[in-house]
């Protein structure tokens, strides 16, 4: 069945340090592949995502690629801020879409 | 705008007890999905729903029941607790498939 691989955590960075966060994916057919963030105490919320191969989904400073090729979604961002702390997951929705499959998580701690 | 609504977020049952976690959303969503979080394996599908009447099982459905009698409520009942069942529980909708999912912001269940 379709599965998603992250990267286990925890990551630790300095504060204006450059993340990458690798995920890759097994799926039939074509899915859409999401990053959502999870900050203590809350639900999950999108971050970002990309729906076909080559999209490059991106918000508040973070950039996601689908790569087909290589079946990976890699969450990456410039320079983290200490507010970024947070648990990311990596996510995809089957071809039929009903469901949404999830990576165990990444957490992420920023240092100032 | 309350989005997704969850209650309770704490609860604390002893084995063999049963009890419903409640959801509700207010955006006319068709799509609705119960998740289990728990420590290193990201969130898992127990069942969703695709519309109201229509239900079916996820990842990990054994010990819990759904229905969906309107849009806008998707219940999850425990039918008898079991140590196993402690973790955070995420209600989520969406509006159509493949299209970024609304969580709630979680049940912390615990079994005694």
């Known amino acids: 069945g379709d599965s998603v691989t992250q990267m286990e955590g925890p990551v630790t960075l300095s504060e204006e340090a450059f993340l990458t966060i690798n995920c890759t994916y097994t799926?039939?057919?074509?899915?859409?592949l999401f990053w959502y963030v999870q900050y203590p105490g809350e639900g999950l919320q999108l971050l970002l995502k990309?729906?076909?191969?080559?999209d490059k989904g991106s918000n508040k400073g973070f950039e996601a690629t689908y790569r087909k090729e290589t079946t990976s979604f890699h969450l990456e961002k410039g320079s983290v801020q200490v507010s970024d702390s947070a648990v990311y997951f990596c996510?995809?929705?089957?071809?039929?879409?009903?469901?949404?499959?999830f990576g165990a998580g990444t957490r992420l701690f920023v240092k100032a | 705008n309350a989005g997704v609504t969850q209650t309770p977020k704490f609860q604390v049952l002893k084995t063999g007890q049963s009890m419903t976690l409640q959801c509700a959303q207010d955006?006319?969503?068709?799509?609705m999905s119960w998740y289990r979080q728990d420590p290193g394996m990201g969130l898992r599908l127990i069942h969703y729903?695709?519309?109201?009447?229509?239900?079916d099982q996820g990842e990990v459905p054994n010990g819990y029941n759904v229905s969906r009698s309107t849009t806008e409520d998707f219940p999850l009942r425990l039918l008898s607790a079991a140590p196993s069942q402690t973790s955070v529980y995420f209600c989520?909708?969406?509006?159509?498939?493949?299209?970024?999912?609304?969580f709630g912001q979680g049940t912390r269940l615990t079994v005694v």
């Open positions: 989520a909708s969406s509006s159509t498939l493949n299209t970024e999912a609304f």
């Open positions: 799926a039939t057919g074509y899915p859409s």
């Open positions: 990309a729906t076909k191969a080559d």
């Open positions: 996510a995809l929705t089957d071809t039929g879409g009903f469901k949404t499959i």
């Open positions: 955006m006319n969503h068709e799509y």
């Open positions: 729903s695709v519309g109201a009447g229509i239900t």
